[in-house]
């Protein structure tokens, strides 16, 4: 198995799909000569051509509005914004066209596109670079929403992306594109829309997605040695939304805590909190516990993100907490 960082496997991914279907394109704002101002797509120009991986204009609005009418004439396009930020000037097409057309056109339009973003803090981008806007996506009828938070699951989710006839919204972490390789099987890996275990535990639930995972699983592991046993939940895809694994882990720990990137107000993870309080209610033996990011932007100063985004130490305050009602 290769052994890959986050970045080289959504290249790995891309280059397999370019690869295997010609109906796959790759259009984005300096993803060609360049190769991504991340070296996401560093390569991929020089080998598929300039007709199938294309530097766009700066315009989101236009580049994902060339996206959806070439899904809907039969090509698989895959479209990269620059940074998830950008995306809010396309969020005509996005919402109001792609989200849109199967339910307009009775079935007779399917819109199979991808849009890359990197979201998220911990690269010191500031205030317009580094918002985390995967519960405005999730929000939107139409929409698929992925969250990788490995190099594993950025390959094999890129792909079930490409895949899907619905338009996907694939949101990148910034912080994990150079992280430490890991081994990534590109033969086979997990497929389909469910949430993934990451670590086993008996006292409490901790649901999470996207980088805000190996927050988590440093707080969990931190916290064994108190005697406090976290089960982790990697959600993976925001939208579908696989409750059945998390009912399954609270029927054990009868305890769940949940928290996210996105700025904590009106944020994926209060949606899953409530589903829980409606759905399986007896089974709790403490109130849900929730933790985003506070209603600020993001700040440039890591010491000042900090004081924004969840850090290791607020989450294993909440777990500790939890555990102990």
Sequence with gaps: MAELRYAEAIRAALTAELESDERVVLLGEEVGALGGVFTVTQGLQERFGADRVLDSPICENALVGWGIGAATEGLRPIVEIMFSDFSLLALDQIVNLGAKLRFMSNGQFSVPLVIRMP???????????????????????????????????????????????????????????????????????????????????????????????????????????????????????????????????????????????AVEFGGWGGELAAWVAEHRFDELDAPVARLGSVRSPVPVQQHLEDEVVPTTERIQALLRDLAGY
């Design 119 to 261: 979201g998220g803090g911990g690269t010191n981008h500031g205030p317009q670079h580094s918002q985390s806007l995967e519960s405005i996506f999730a929000h939107v009828p139409g929409l698929v929403v992925a969250m990788p938070s490995t190099a594993s699951d950025a390959y094999w989710m890129l792909r079930e992306a490409v895949a899907c006839e619905d338009p996907v919204i694939v949101l990148e972490s910034k912080h994990l594109y150079f992280r430490t390789a890991e081994e990534v099987d590109e033969n086979g890996g997990p497929r389909g829309f469910g949430a993934r275990v990451r670590r086993e535990g008996a006292d409490l639930t901790v649901v999470t997605a996207g980088r805000m995972t190996h927050q988590c699983l440093v707080a969990a592991d931190a916290l064994a040695g108190e005697s406090i046993d976290a089960e982790v939940i990697d959600m993976r895809w925001i939208w579908p939304l696989d409750t059945g694994t998390v009912a399954a882990s609270v029927a054990t720990t009868n305890r769940l805590a949940v928290v996210y990137e």
